[in-house]
């Protein structure tokens, strides 16, 4: 029996069965120490690939694996690392999307970039549930905004202004999440996505990156998180 209570969280034993993705091994493996072991009613961590493509692939496929086994999953959570927008999202910070947003899909013109919406197809924004997000944050310490998804990285100062011009909420880019999240929408589930920063966008300088900073910290965030997730009540959104 699920109870309900007030901002979308439950006083009960159930505990919510999630999805958590991440784009490669080396992210799973910062996240899994936060998890049980996988079950229903637990969380399954699984590394999805790089890019959107093959993260909304394997995405896709466990859901519908999940699904047809009887045992839905009822939130997918985008996990890993990023590259953050200074000064918003410092190096070795934690940030949490309260919208994902593809940021390269759609057309470059003379007139500047044009997303697909603006051509008349899809989607290029997904959002998380708003009682989630906040409970999250207050739990790990996350900045909330937007997480852009790209599919080249960005590596010039222009293109990182570009970016912020386009979207002044973002705070981070990654490869994942806007993949995560769509095959996420095609079964209804509703879907999270948490980011530790490893580096700045902008010049390419993998002098100044903090790939292991950015993992302790993903590991903290979501030992914090785990809680949040496990007393969510997914009817309640």
């Known amino acids: 029996m699920v109870l309900q209570a007030e901002e979308g969280l439950l006083t009960t034993s159930a ?35 790089v890019g959107p493509a093959r993260a909304a692939a394997a995405t896709a496929t466990a859901l519908t694996t999940a699904a047809l086994a009887g045992a839905p999953y009822d939130l997918v959570v985008s996990a890993g690392i990023a590259g953050g927008f200074a000064p918003h999202a410092p190096v070795g910070s934690l940030v949490l999307a309260d919208e994902i947003t593809a940021a390269d899909l759609g057309a470059d013109t003379v007139d500047g970039f044009l997303p697909v919406t603006a051509l008349g197809f899809g989607v290029v924004t997904h959002h998380p549930p708003e009682a989630l ?87 903290e965030g979501f030992g914090k998180l785990a809680p949040v997730l496990e007393s969510w009540n997914p009817h309640d959104q």
């Open 15 to 49: 505990t919510p069965r999630v999805l958590v993705a991440t784009a490669v091994p080396l992210e799973r493996d910062a996240v899994a120490p936060a998890h049980p072991a996988p079950g229903p009613g637990r969380h399954d961590v699984l590394a999805v690939g």
């Open 133 to 219: 997000v906040r409970a999250a944050a207050a739990a790990t310490g996350a900045r909330t905004g937007t997480v852009l998804t790209v599919s080249t990285v960005t590596g010039t100062a222009a293109r990182a202004a570009e970016l912020r011009t386009r979207h002044p909420r973002a705070l981070a880019e990654a490869m994942e999440g806007f993949g995560v999240a769509e095959a996420a929408a095609a079964h209804g589930v509703p879907v999270l996505e948490l980011r530790a920063v490893s580096n700045p966008v902008g010049p390419r300088d993998r002098d100044a990156w903090r790939v292991g900073d950015a993992l302790a910290a993903l590991t």
